[in-house]
């Protein structure tokens, strides 16, 4: 238990549904972030949060869509996706943004399995 | 083009031996290089974080060295067991920007 929650863990969708993935932390932290990772690829960092605010967005398709009510909950709207969007896809959480220097590490969730038919 | 190599995409050693593995770095000035371990079909866990001005950390059976000159970190882990097995990423700062990470090298330890 990592204290990251994500659900679902795995998820089949057709390219024309709309699905989000969710992501709750109890662990007090500030700052939220999106990862994909596919086989044989490092992890790719997507989107961050930091105090609700959006501090980057990695140059990330339209079709996904991120949403940052508070600093506990983190969701991805999938919307169109694409069979080359089939992935892990993993939420994280730090005390701070971890930008600048500043060091710290992250609290992955187990992440959702996503699956584009 | 800044760049993340990890030496070797799978590692298989005996059990009882030491596990060494590299992370190379092209193009960054990192503040700080962390590694972490991840199982199949989980999350990554975080492991040791090294600073710039740090040459090397240990946790229990775990040693990390970083090198800003030769741009690498080794990772040890000394008296491998079979439940050691699993992949080991490379993550390291990049500035202004979150962490950065490797491919990750997937390790067996076979008993």
């Known amino acids: 238990e990592t204290g990251v929650t994500q659900t679902p863990r795995h998820l089949v969708m057709g390219m024309t549904n709309k699905k989000s993935l969710k992501c709750e932390q109890h662990?007090?932290?500030?700052?939220m972030y999106w990862y994909k990772q596919s086989a044989k690829k490092p992890l790719e960092l997507m989107f961050v949060?930091?105090?609700?605010?959006?501090?980057e967005n990695n140059s990330v398709p339209s079709r996904f869509s991120p949403e940052c009510p508070n600093s506990s909950h983190l969701f991805l709207h999938l919307h169109t996706l694409q069979p080359e969007d089939s992935a892990l896809y993993l939420c994280?959480?730090?005390?701070?943004?971890?930008?600048?220097?500043?060091?710290?590490?992250?609290?992955f969730g187990e992440g959702s399995r996503l699956t584009v038919l | 083009s800044q760049k993340i190599e990890q030496n070797s995409e799978a590692l298989n050693i005996q059990e009882g031996k030491t596990a060494t593995l590299t992370c190379n770095y092209t193009?960054?000035?990192?503040?700080?290089l962390q590694w972490y371990r991840q199982d199949p079909g989980r999350g990554p866990v975080f492991l040791l974080l090294?600073?710039?001005?740090?040459k090397e950390k240990r946790k229990e059976r775990l040693k990390v060295t970083f090198d800003t000159t030769l741009k690498q970190s080794l990772f040890h882990i000394t008296a491998s067991q079979p439940a050691d097995s699993a992949t080991y990423l490379c993550?390291?700062?990049?500035?202004?920007?979150?962490?950065?990470f490797g491919k990750g090298t997937r390790l067996s330890v076979i008993a």
């Open positions: 090294i600073r710039e001005n740090e």
């Open positions: 949060y930091n105090f609700k605010e959006q501090t």
């Open positions: 994280a959480s730090s005390q701070g943004a971890l930008a600048g220097g500043e060091a710290g590490e992250l609290f």
């Open positions: 193009n960054y000035s990192p503040a700080y």
């Open positions: 993550a390291l700062s990049g500035g202004n920007t979150p962490l950065v």
């Open positions: 662990l007090g932290h500030n700052a």
